[in-house]
């Protein structure tokens, strides 16, 4: 066997060594990812429901507590019932925390378009089934200092105190202004947050996937809304 011969068999070896070993490494980390991923989404859940300071480090194991111990992941069906099991293909995830058996926070998931991406994250709402309480984004792949503000805090904190119903209790959800919402009218302003400066279709794409989604559990915002 020649030396070029030796050398192409033993680029080969290694390769075919390198690719197992790497092969074997995503394989026993893959379990370990998605848990991170879980946890991930369930720190954006607590967030969005108010439940953590988002300024505030949390160990893994004491997020999880705070999960297990207060949030119930639910289906809403769409004549309005809750269930632990998903019994249809159109019942919807909703984060539930009830106070003395009656829902006093949930949270729902949004997948909205963005100007380049989904984004994706969670509102918080109050058991009034009208106040938001809590925004977050746990994903986008929006320009960094345009529509990448999206996940920024001075963004999320918009959102705080608005409402998804107009002053007639109709659901509106919550849009977009390019207008300064602090000179609008304060019914007015209660539906509208500011348009990320330079990123109009970013805003737009929130502002459309939010409403949509939100529509979904209008069933049961509508009910809390009436029994309050």
Not at 7 to 17: P, R
């Amino acid at each position: 066997m020649s030396n070029t011969q030796k050398i192409f068999f033993f680029t080969i070896a290694m390769c075919l060594v390198a690719g197992s070993l790497l092969t074997m490494a995503s394989l026993g980390l893959k379990d370990r990812q998605l848990a991170n991923i879980k946890l991930d989404k369930q720190k954006q859940i607590l967030k969005s429901l108010a439940l953590v300071n988002p300024d505030k480090d949390y160990e893994d194991e004491e997020l999880l507590e705070i999960y297990e111990k207060n949030v119930n992941n639910l289906f809403l069906t769409k004549s309005g019932e809750l269930s632990k099991v998903k019994n249809n293909e159109d019942d919807a995830l909703v984060f539930v925390i009830y106070e003395d058996r009656e829902i006093s926070k949930y949270a729902i998931h949004f997948d909205a378009p963005g100007l380049w991406s989904r984004v994706k994250g969670y509102l918080g709402l109050n058991g009034d089934g009208n106040t938001v309480i809590g925004f977050t984004i746990y994903s986008h792949g929006e320009t960094p200092g345009l529509g990448g503000e999206v996940d920024k805090a001075w963004f999320s904190k918009q959102f705080i105190g608005k409402t998804i119903t107009n002053r007639d209790e109709e659901f509106v959800s919550i849009g977009y202004s390019k207008a300064k919402v602090a000179k609008m009218p304060e019914e007015k302003a209660k539906n509208y947050i500011d348009v990320i400066s330079g990123s109009t279709l970013t805003s737009r794409g929130l502002a459309e996937g939010m409403k949509k989604d939100l529509a979904k559990y209008e069933v049961l915002s509508a009910k809390l809304r009436r029994d309050r």
